[in-house]
């Protein structure tokens, strides 16, 4: 759960620190996060009972490897190595009409889903964050291997 709270807490940081705001596939993976932490949570508090517990380390993998997913796609959408959602990347405005541009002017600016707003090592956020969920993934379901034995 600890490092669950890092993870989440460094995107925060980024966001609200640095600046860095996230895109709409950015948001779906700290949503896997969030979810993870609450089902880490009830699974901790529920750890006496061994079927629980293993039980809700199971749902924790997928919950983070769902995460994963959305992390390697979006590395995809910013690798253009294929097309994002509409909604967030620069290719949405050819299909919409006179009244859905207006909407999409006069509505909040939205981040770009195709763009990295942050790299280090000429990897972005979404690679990093993929990378963390399959560590965490990994670790967890080493733990169930060392619950079973």
């Known amino acids: 759960m600890i490092f669950i709270v890092g993870v989440l ?4 940081f980024f966001e609200h620190v640095l600046d860095i705001h996230p895109c709409a596939l950015c948001q779906y993976q700290r949503l896997a996060w969030w979810i993870a932490l609450g089902v880490a949570g009830v699974t901790f508090y529920l750890r006496r009972k061994t079927t629980l517990l293993l039980t809700g380390l199971t ?36 299909d919409l009409d006179i009244n859905a541009l207006k909407d999409a002017i006069m509505s909040a600016p939205v981040i770009r889903c195709d763009e990295v707003a942050w790299s280090l090592f000429g990897i972005s956020m979404a690679g990093y964050n993929l990378v963390l969920a399959l560590g965490a993934a990994t670790a967890i379901g080493l733990l169930i291997r060392k619950a079973m034995r």
């Not at 807490?9 to 925060?12: D, I, K, L, R, W």
């Open 59 to 94: 749902l924790t993998i997928v919950v983070i490897l769902a995460g994963a997913a959305t992390a390697g796609y979006h590395v995809g959408v910013e690798q253009k190595w294929w097309e994002g959602p509409t909604s967030c990347t620069s290719g949405g405005l050819n």
């Open 9 to 12: 807490g460094t995107a925060y």
